[in-house]
């Protein structure tokens, strides 16, 4: 095993305020709370035509702390943030582990034991989606159009039972194949190698069969990790926790110990949209303490402790309109 591995972690992002301080939070929280000492992230800036000023912008501000590359204007007008999380495959690497990163990830635990494990037996680690985006029949049927075999279930999507309709919980429905939420996915270099050749081809697949599924990249992830052989298991909801209460009260023994979590859900409590506006914002959502320990007020707490290092990072001067796809 490698003592000191290095770890790449890839985030998509657009060049707007909300995603500068998303990313900025995401910086620090990681850089205070990982516990990794061979680090860097690497934000994937995807922008319709016409946004490229601001994208340069962009790019220019994240530097030199956070690498960047500009993802094509023509590609991202095609094919939207898909192209952007197509793109995490793409990229050489010099790291030992490619971590795919959402931009509304918060560090706020240690990762090197998950890293390490990862490193010594290599394999594809995330935590199982939480709900099914195709039935059995739909798995069959793009597993067979991509050449990816028969589709084999051997995880549980992480939602169940809370997050199915009582009319939909059928036998076997909670059955998942290896379908990571994007929020966090640890990919060993030498398997990204493998199943980069397979990704953007099952991607056109799924468009073409599902046209507009918002889960097309999450789908397409699975299919090459099936169409190459290549290893994957399931890690603890621990590494990717969503502000949700309905899985806050299924993995509650997770929760506790939470290392990333993922401000995903937007309700009367908490929108990231207004939450990550600008700076005013931002302060406003710290200073709003929540009565229980859970995953919000986890984020929160590792906020408030980084935000002095977001706000010395003022924000450029050139930013393209608020384009929210999520």
Not at 184 to 192: K, Q, S
Request: include cysteine; aromatic fraction near 10%; charged fraction near 20%.
């Amino acid at each position: 095993m490698k003592i000191r591995p290095k770890v790449e972690f890839r985030v998509g992002v657009s060049p707007t305020s909300e995603f500068a301080l998303m990313v900025s939070v995401l910086f620090h929280s990681l850089n205070k709370a990982c516990g990794i000492d061979d680090f860097h992230l690497t934000a994937l800036i995807g922008a319709p035509t016409g946004e490229e000023a601001a994208s340069a912008a962009f790019a220019e501000w994240l530097a030199p702390e956070i690498r960047s590359v500009i993802v094509d204007p023509n590609s991202y007008d095609a094919h939207g943030f898909h192209a952007s999380a197509g793109q995490r495959f793409e990229l050489p690497t010099d790291a030992d582990l490619v971590v795919c990163l959402d931009a509304d990830m918060v560090a706020c635990g240690d990762l090197t034991e998950l890293v390490a494990d990862i490193v010594e037996s290599p394999a594809i680690a995330g935590v199982i989606a939480h709900v099914q985006p195709l039935s059995h029949q739909q798995w069959a049927e793009a597993y067979a159009k991509t050449g990816s075999g028969t589709p084999t279930f051997p995880y549980n999507y992480s939602g169940w039972p809370y997050m199915w309709p009582k009319d939909r919980r059928s036998p076997g429905a909670i059955q998942a194949p290896p379908y990571f939420n994007f929020g966090f996915v640890a990919i060993p270099a030498e398997i990204l190698l493998t199943i980069r050749e397979h990704y953007w081809q099952s991607s056109q697949t799924i468009e073409r069969l599902f046209p507009g599924n918002m889960f097309r990249s999450q789908i397409a992830l699975t299919l090459a990790i099936e169409k190459a052989g290549a290893p994957h298991t399931e890690i603890g909801m621990r590494y990717n926790f969503p502000n949700d209460f309905m899985l806050e009260a299924l993995h509650a023994d997770e929760l506790k110990e939470a290392r990333l979590i993922h401000l995903l859900r937007r309700n009367d409590l908490f929108d990231k949209q207004q939450a990550f506006r600008d700076m005013k914002s931002l302060n406003a959502f710290v200073a709003t303490e929540w009565e229980t320990a859970g995953a919000l007020e986890r984020a929160r707490q590792m906020i408030a402790e980084v935000l002095p290092a977001v706000e010395a990072m003022s924000l450029p001067d050139k930013l393209a309109p608020t384009h929210w796809l999520w």
